[in-house]
């Protein structure tokens, strides 16, 4: 699992749980900090949360190249993975980013289909990351798409992993990783919801009344 924010409190609070490899950004997500990139990236680095990924930005390849360049440079210790944007310009940077160094981690994003997913499987991407909620909302079936490219990886033994992106309910998550998706990426409100069910909550203040009552009892 991922947690998608930038948020420090939200980082904090979901990394104590040990159940996140880390975290990822984007340009959206980050500009709701109102803060630096460069500064929002290192204050996450700061809490060695694991993995942090961070989106490219550019027009043609050699912007895109360059910002590559720039974010990788922000941490010295390989904790950055990159995000590249999926189109034709995004599958030349990923060809050149890993005959420059075969070890980046790269992520690509904004998936919308299976057969942009299975070109960014065989152009070397690391991860792909399908929008689901985005894809459900322009009528198309994100859990068929991630089924088609899990197939695809599997088959072909692809050293590629599906992470699902883009979430509005508990239930797109679900259904993501039952069509096959090896791990998805969440907001914070969204692990919230998964967790503190309202039956489960329900249950767990009875226990805990039932115990305190016990306490007095003997």
């Known amino acids: 699992m991922f947690l998608d924010t930038a948020n420090i409190k939200e980082i904090k609070d979901a990394t104590k749980m040990g159940v996140f490899r880390g975290v990822t950004t984007n340009p959206t997500i980050l500009l709701k900090e109102n803060t630096p990139r460069v500064k929002k990236i290192k204050e996450i680095l700061d809490l060695s949360v694991g993995l942090v990924y961070v989106q490219c930005i550019g027009k043609t390849v050699e912007e895109r190249l360059k910002d590559c360049e ?3 440079s922000l941490d010295s210790e390989t904790r950055i993975g990159l995000k590249v944007p999926m189109d034709i310009t995004g599958l030349e940077v990923v060809k050149l980013l890993k005959q420059k160094n075969p070890d980046h981690r790269i992520l690509g994003t904004a998936i919308y289909s299976a057969d942009q997913g299975i070109f960014a499987a065989l152009a070397g991407c690391n991860s792909i990351a399908p929008y689901i909620n985005r894809m ?4 198309l079936d994100p859990y068929k798409a991630v089924s088609i490219i899990r197939d695809f990886i ?10 699902g992106a883009s979430f509005k309910n508990t239930n797109q998550v679900i259904q993501t990783l039952a069509s096959g998706a090896h791990s998805v990426t969440i907001p914070y409100n969204i692990f ?14 009875t ?10 009892k003997y």
């Open 70 to 72: 720039d974010i990788l």
């Open 207 to 216: 226990f805990n009344r039932h115990g305190e009552m016990l306490k007095e």
């Open 136 to 139: 459900s909302n322009n009528d």
């Open 154 to 163: 599997d088959e072909r033994q692809l050293n590629c992993e599906i992470l």
């Open 192 to 205: 919230e919801k998964m967790m503190n069910k309202e039956l489960a909550v329900s249950a767990i203040e």
